[in-house]
């Protein structure tokens, strides 16, 4: 795993570790179980830590971010707008024309299967536009 200077000696993993932990509530729970959806996903995905705070999975390019705010655990996914949402997990950041966000709030029931196809076609798009 990568080392990143700017945080001395943790890795991105352990920096999301401290971030879930340090959280202690409801948001905490709520980012450790989606990034366990994601890492089901997308087994390749590397963990990276960007902004200053904000985890990040990457395959072949950015997946997805994990921020947390007061009352959502957002997940945003870098070019989700090019996404096939079947479940219509995407309820934030509509209006762009490249993001997309999923926005979960205290007690929301997470789609398993839903989410981890999204996180499968996001790999897959952004593979087929990465030149190996």
């Known amino acids: 795993m990568e ?3 700017a945080q001395g000696e943790k890795s991105p993993s352990e920096l ?5 932990d ?13 990034r366990a ?7 390749e995905a590397v963990e990276t830590w960007k ?8 395959d072949a390019g950015m997946i997805c ?4 705010y007061k009352a959502v655990v957002k997940l945003t996914f870098a070019r989700g707008a090019a996404l096939p949402d079947p479940k219509k997990l995407f309820n934030s950041s509509l209006e762009g024309n490249t993001r997309r966000a999923i926005d ?13 196809a999204l996180v499968r076609e996001a790999v897959s798009l952004n593979r087929s536009k990465t030149k190996r």
């Open 65 to 68: 971010t994990g921020e947390t």
């Open 22 to 34: 340090e959280l202690g509530d409801w948001r905490g729970e709520t980012l450790a179980r989606l």
């Open 16 to 20: 999301i570790d401290a971030r879930i």
């Open 3 to 5: 080392k990143d200077g």
């Open 104 to 116: 979960f709030k205290e007690g929301d029931t997470i789609d398993a299967d839903a989410l981890k």
């Open 51 to 58: 902004w200053r705070g904000v985890p990040v999975w990457e």
């Open 37 to 43: 959806l994601i890492r089901q996903a997308a087994p």
